[in-house]
């Protein structure tokens, strides 16, 4: 427990990134006790505000695609720097996870990091660390296997150990394919893809590294943003349809005084409640919609930018 702790300490005193939290030189000392005759070791670091992942989604329910890919990209960039100093976190979890006031994710407990000959210690929490972990044989995509079963969580409400998996027997919740696919029915295929080659059993299996993740993650976000204007748009009401249509032929087909009534009046208005949507959007933290209606409204109103 010692050598974990001193473990943690200097991890901490190395990482410098806004989403860890941070040590400074003379943050880990030790206080010796005479009666009882001990030594004491302490660690003071950052206080993370907000609150765990887990309680977040007991109060807010299974997060959506845009939510999921914005917070996988944020905790990957976390791992990233992480793993290029030869780190491993091994207890990523719901739990283990802090979201920021302002939305910024930050990792946390690194009582289990691993430096150096991280791998011959068994440690980790049931659900979520790998099989090769459980056995003391962790390697780096060791991290991204509890990252996948931390998105399961995130997406369905539940914990990993709530679902069933293609091996059956007492282990069955360590190693095997998850079934939990149909509990995320909010989520497209590429994205289910992704978190399942995240939880790969095999770890060579798994992406090679975080730089491989976060390319595909990249390409799911152009994806999504290129196709969500289609599905916005056509699940738009008519009425908006039809005034859309409207602010964009007037310039050419209405008479020049209904056309300067439709530019002065009716489509600020549109234009308003357009922006609306996009700040209401943005406070839900939901980016691809909140930029969509932003768009349309510089579109509808360009004098009011």
Known sequence: LVRLFKQEARALMWLRHPGIPKIEPDGYFTVDID???QTLHCLVMEKIEGENLETWIEQHGAISE??????LEQLVNILDLIHSENILHRDIKPSNIIVRPNGQLAAIDFGTVGVGEWGRTQVGSLGYAAP???????VFQSDFFALGRTFVHLLTGRSPLDFPTNRQGACS??????????????????????IDDLMEENYRQRPKNTRFIL????????????????????SLKWQWVALLFLSLISSRFLLPKVNNLWQEFALPHLATSANKLGADNFKKNQLASAEFYFRLALMLDKKDR
């Open 173 to 194: 919740t360590i190693t095997g394919k998850l079934t939990w696919r149909k509990n995320a029915p909010q989520i497209s295929k590429p994205l289910a893809d992704l």
């Open 66 to 71: 845009e939510e999921a890919l914005e917070w």
């Open 35 to 37: 009666k009882p005759r």
């Open 132 to 138: 090769e972990q459980m056995t003391g044989e962790a």
């Open 215 to 234: 390319k595909r993650i990249r390409g799911l976000t152009d994806s999504e943003k290129r196709n969500y204007f289609f599905t916005t748009f056509a």
